[in-house]
């Protein structure tokens, strides 16, 4: 069983996928919005998952919106929403963010419309990105 590796700002946990890949989905918190974001990385070692979410953004070891390899299939997908909807459950009064590295990962992430999460976009580098986000616990009319 994996267990949640936990920091003061984030938790994350790497799973072993059965086309010898790794999968990291990593929750980080940004205090200052009260927002959590998901972040997954699949990659062909652990150490490439850790460097694409520990290095700047202009590190060449960063893997973020390239190509993780050519074996990816839905079984991490299916295992970050499974967590995504599980880790829903222990926070409260909080909003969770997920943003698409590529456009195809934005285009699968719109299913999380099934699971009341809702689309919004945002301007980034001269062009706009959509992201999927859903208030958890939160009274809107406060």
Known sequence: MNKWNKTRTEVSKFFKLSNDQWLKIVFSFKSQHNIWFETIVVANTKRKCNDCIN??????????GHSTGNKIGLEAFRIALKELLEFEKTIHN??????????RLTGIYKYLKRYGYEEYEYP?????????????????NV
């Not at 909080?94 to 456009?103: C, D, F, L, R």
């Not at 980034?124 to 809107?140: C, L, W």
């Open 55 to 64: 290095k700047t953004e202009f590190s060449p070891k960063v893997i973020y």
């Open 94 to 103: 909080t909003q969770i963010n997920i943003v698409g590295a590529s456009e």
């Open 124 to 140: 980034y580098k001269s062009r706009t990105r959509q992201m999927m986000y859903k208030k958890i616990g939160v009274n809107e």
